[in-house]
Nanobody, 121 residues
Framework: QVQLVESGGGSVQAGGSLRLSCSIS?????MGWVRQAPGKEREGVAT????????MYADSVEGRFTASRDNAKNVVYLHMNRLEPDDTAMYYC?????????????????WGQGTQVTVSS
């Protein structure tokens, strides 16, 4: 059974950077990063494919966030640069247990517990 554990969240000022990590126990699959801001629905922000699928990004983070993975360590990352107050949210990694995935959160069936990111102006 796949288990996901996020880490790396914290508080940062606008313009700063953070790197989130998601440690994966079990087989490797396509992974997604999803966030949920207070009072808002969950939003898929990035995917990290397994194999040849290129990462995908939501328009709101394109050019600022980079998703990557280290297959040897079975860890996926979300590098977040030029953070904005609107990026404040709980960030989750998730998987659909398949080799390919997209930004639609409905396809994800396994979720981590989340890590909080707070960006102050």
């Amino acid at each position: 059974q796949v288990q996901l554990v996020e880490s790396g969240g914290g508080s940062v000022q606008a313009g700063g950077s953070l790197r989130l990590s998601c440690s994966i126990s079990g087989d490797a699959y396509c992974m997604g990063w999803v966030r949920q801001a207070p009072g808002k629905e969950r939003e898929g922000v990035a995917t990290v494919g397994f194999g040849r699928q290129m990462p995908m990004y939501a328009d709101s983070v394109e050019g600022r966030f980079t998703a990557s993975r280290d297959n040897a360590k079975n860890v996926v990352y979300l590098h977040m640069n030029r953070l904005e107050p609107d990026d404040t949210a709980m960030y989750y990694c998730a998987t659909n247990l398949k080799r390919f995935c997209g930004l639609d959160i409905q396809e994800y069936t396994v979720w981590g517990q989340g890590t909080q990111v707070t960006v102050s102006s």
